[in-house]
């Protein structure tokens, strides 16, 4: 018998997860905002310090100007086209382009493009941003957002 699990602070935990994008749980923060949140691994699924999400903008969608007070955050481009600001600073974005935010930092996410533009958005701590996104309101994902998370 092969035991794939440890503890960690007292808890018995596998030795892996594996997200399944098909009974992933999207979230919207606020009913106005123009992204919205597939929750891949954060404290509530895997007993995590840090959260790690596929972040969905709509066409024209931004995050609202915000930072994170001992917090990075790092963003992967899998699809679109966009631009980050930071500190008063713009940077286009594209697929396969990554960006590391350092705490303190004033940033905003916009997507430039046509279609929706896709991140991995990873927040180290979590910094309660897990709980932020998991009490807005559930979203269903659509399927363009099922074709690229999975990479068809």
Same mark, same amino acid.
């Given at each position: 018998?092969?035991?794939?699990?440890?503890?960690?602070?007292?808890?018995?935990?596998?030795?892996?997860?594996?997200?399944?994008?098909?009974?992933?749980?999207? %979230?919207?923060?606020? +009913?106005?905002?123009?992204?919205? %949140?597939?929750?891949?691994?954060?404290?509530?699924?895997?007993?995590?310090?840090?959260?790690?999400?596929?972040?969905?903008?709509?066409?024209? =969608?931004?995050?609202?100007?915000?930072?994170?007070?001992?917090?990075?955050? %790092? %963003?992967?481009?899998?699809? $679109?086209? $966009?631009?980050?600001?930071?500190?008063?600073?713009?940077?286009?974005?594209?697929?396969?382009?990554?960006?590391?935010?350092? +705490? =303190?930092?004033?940033?905003?996410?916009?997507?430039? =493009? +046509?279609?929706?533009?896709?991140?991995?958005?990873?927040?180290? +701590?979590?910094?309660?941003?897990?709980?932020?996104?998991?009490?807005?309101?559930?979203?269903?994902?659509?399927?363009?957002?099922?074709?690229?998370?999975?990479?068809?």
């Amino acid at each position: 018998m092969i035991d794939d699990t440890h503890t960690v602070r007292g808890i018995h935990q596998m030795s892996f997860s594996v997200a399944d994008l098909s009974r992933a749980k999207a %979230f919207r923060i606020s +009913p106005k905002d123009t992204n919205y %949140f597939a929750v891949l691994f954060d404290e509530v699924t895997d007993r995590i310090s840090n959260i790690f999400v596929i972040e969905i903008f709509q066409a024209g =969608g931004a995050t609202p100007p915000n930072e994170h007070a001992a917090a990075h955050e %790092f %963003f992967h481009v899998l699809h $679109g086209v $966009g631009v980050a600001r930071c500190d008063g600073k713009t940077l286009p974005i594209k697929k396969g382009d990554s960006l590391l935010l350092h +705490p =303190g930092s004033e940033h905003v996410v916009q997507n430039t =493009g +046509p279609g929706k533009l896709y991140t991995l958005t990873v927040m180290t +701590p979590n910094e309660g941003f897990s709980e932020l996104i998991r009490s807005g309101e559930s979203v269903e994902l659509d399927a363009e957002d099922m074709r690229v998370l999975q990479g068809l």
